[in-house]
């Protein structure tokens, strides 16, 4: 990890432990060096910070545009690997940084869904991530996240926030429009028995 991305990633996990009860599980399954994309669910604003604590390597992300409007907010978020990403069209320079850098054997952080989901429920994913990891042949940690719409609850009555990783799903190959559609639906078929893992422990 670089020195800024190191210093950021210790305070937030320390404050999410102290303040949330934070704790992952199975962290061991993420790929310690290569190239990987994570693909998490996505209930609350924090997941990004969250999943990426709990991480164990350095990770990118893709942020919805309209965050890196305030300079100063942009550069702190471009310095903690953020890229900037249009929603609801298939933004392809921000798809075309995520492949750079997993040819570079970097790990990208990703939400299929694209939006958070208001009622918590696993929804359907977007073919981007199936593009991204199919065109790099990367492969694929589903990561599940719970806990993380409560923040705001009083203490006593709010879980702690839990983020698990499942084992890596290999991409195969993906060459086309309907590959690259049935390797997300392949992820989130792994989101979803992650989340039965978890509230199976």
């Not at 073919?127 to 719970?146: C, K, L, Q």
């Not at 709010?158 to 499942?166: C, E, F, I, L």
Request: hydrophobic letters at 40%; a positive charge; proline letters at 6%.
């Amino acid at each position: 990890m670089n020195f800024h991305y190191r210093l950021v990633w210790t305070v937030a996990r320390t404050l999410a432990r102290l303040l949330w009860g934070f704790r992952t599980l199975w962290s061991e399954r993420i790929p310690r060096e290569g190239r990987v994309v994570i693909a998490c669910n996505h209930v609350s604003i924090w997941d990004a910070v969250f999943a990426s604590v709990g991480c164990p390597r350095e990770v990118s992300f893709l942020a919805k545009e309209e965050l890196f409007r305030n300079p100063l907010f942009a550069w702190f978020i471009r310095s903690c690997n953020a890229i900037p990403i249009r929603r609801g069209i298939l933004d392809r320079r921000a798809l075309r940084t995520a492949s750079r850098l997993l040819d570079a054997d970097e790990a990208i952080l990703m939400f299929p869904e694209g939006r958070r989901s208001p009622s918590g429920e696993i929804g359907d994913g977007r073919p981007g991530v199936g593009f991204i990891a199919g065109t790099s042949a990367a492969p694929i940690v589903p990561a599940y996240i719970t806990g993380s719409r409560a923040l705001g609850q009083a203490f006593r009555r709010r879980p702690p926030v839990t983020v698990a990783y499942g084992e890596p799903i290999a991409p195969g190959k993906a060459e086309t429009s309907e590959d690259y559609r049935a390797l997300t639906d392949r992820i989130m078929e792994g989101i979803r028995a992650l989340k039965s893992e978890v509230e199976g422990r």
